[in-house]
Structures are given as structure tokens and as C-alpha cells.
């Protein structure tokens, strides 16, 4: 083969090595940049809230006991007698405390309830440790900072510094929401 012949033959090869490796580049932006794909880019379950909300900035009336103090709250709210779903609310929120492991004395449960106040025996029986509380205007603020969409009813995660963080709908997996909660343990050096 003689030397003229051979470098057109070297040129093709080396326009093929580099279109093996950019090609996939090329049609990965062109996906991306052109809106064919787009990737979600989040990887947790509940609603993020923002712009972040501090409730003792919003209620400096909101007095917690001094067993939240420094703790992540996990909220449910149910404003309504507490019937089933209510129970199953509180349930929801006890089982993902205790799916935490050694983690779980960092998280405080409250539930954040109606003008009806709960069974206080039904509580103390199953819920040992919730703080159980009627404030209306902290109920309104919550609501107000969910995303509409979402339904009502839900759990709502604050962080120890009292910025309201995630907000889980009344139909989360629990396992979704206590990976939500271990990851941001995780990452988190307060409470």
C-alpha cells in the first residue's frame, strides 16, 4: 500500500474514534438543551417549601415545649375531630419516628389539631411523647405555605432552627418520607 493511500484511510479512522466518543456527547445536549429530556433532578419525595418560612419569625407566639427545643418537628394536621384518618395520621407519623432508628430522638412528633380536642386517653395509650396542640393562626400559616395542589391533611417537616423545610402528602409512603427525613438528618449538623 503506498503512503498516499494510507493517510486518507488514517483520517477516516480517526474521524470514527472521535465520533464513537463524541457522538453520544452530541446527542446527550442536543436531548437536553433541545427539551426532549428533561430530568426531574431531585431525588426527594415530599414538597420542598420555598421560599424558606421561619415560624418564629411568622409566630413568635408559637410556643413549643421545651421537649421540641432544638429537635426537627414533624407536623401532622388533621383540623377536624379525630376520626380514622386522623388515627392513621398519627400512626403514620409514630411508625416513621420509630423507622429513624437511633436517629429518632432528633425528630419530635406534633400534631397539630382542631377547636376538638383529641382523645387525651387515646394519646397517652399510643402516642407517648406528641405534643398535641389547637393554634389556629400556626394551622393557617402552614397551609398557606403548601403548595396548592397538594392535598390537605399532610405532615410538614421543620428544621431545629424553625424553618419550615418539606411538606409530605396524606397519602406519602411512609418509607418515602422517613428516607426524606434520614437524608436531611444526614446532612444536617443542628438538632
Not at 446527542?27 to 429530556?37: E, K, Q
Not at 403514620?92 to 406534633?110: A, F, H, K, N, P
Not at 406528641?130 to 402552614?142: F, G
Not at 403548595?147 to 418515602?176: H, K, Q, T
Request: glycine letters at 10%.
Amino acid at each position: 500500500m503506498t503512503e498516499q493511500a494510507a493517510k486518507p484511510r488514517g483520517r477516516v479512522q480517526l474521524l470514527l474514534i472521535a465520533a464513537v466518543f463524541f457522538g453520544p456527547l452530541l446527542v446527550a445536549a442536543f436531548m437536553y438543551y433541545g427539551g426532549t429530556f428533561q430530568p426531574d433532578g431531585r431525588v426527594n419525595h415530599g414538597a420542598l417549601l420555598e421560599p424558606i418560612v421561619n415560624l418564629h419569625d411568622e409566630a413568635p407566639e408559637l410556643d413549643l415545649s421545651a421537649e421540641a427545643e432544638g429537635k426537627w418537628l414533624l407536623i401532622f394536621e388533621d383540623r377536624g375531630a379525630c376520626g380514622d384518618e386522623c388515627r392513621e395520621g398519627l400512626y403514620t407519623t409514630r411508625q416513621s419516628r420509630l423507622m429513624l432508628g437511633r436517629e429518632m430522638d432528633r425528630v419530635q412528633r406534633v400534631f397539630l389539631h382542631g377547636d376538638t380536642p383529641p382523645d387525651t386517653l387515646f394519646l397517652d395509650e399510643e402516642h407517648q411523647g406528641l405534643i398535641a396542640l389547637a393554634d389556629e393562626p400556626l394551622s393557617a400559616l402552614l397551609s398557606s405555605k403548601k403548595p396548592r395542589e397538594l392535598a390537605d391533611g399532610g405532615y410538614y417537616l421543620v428544621d431545629p432552627l424553625g424553618n419550615l423545610v418539606l411538606y409530605f402528602g396524606p397519602d406519602i409512603d411512609p418509607g418515602d418520607m422517613v428516607d426524606d427525613i434520614k437524608r436531611l438528618l444526614r446532612l444536617s449538623r443542628i438538632g
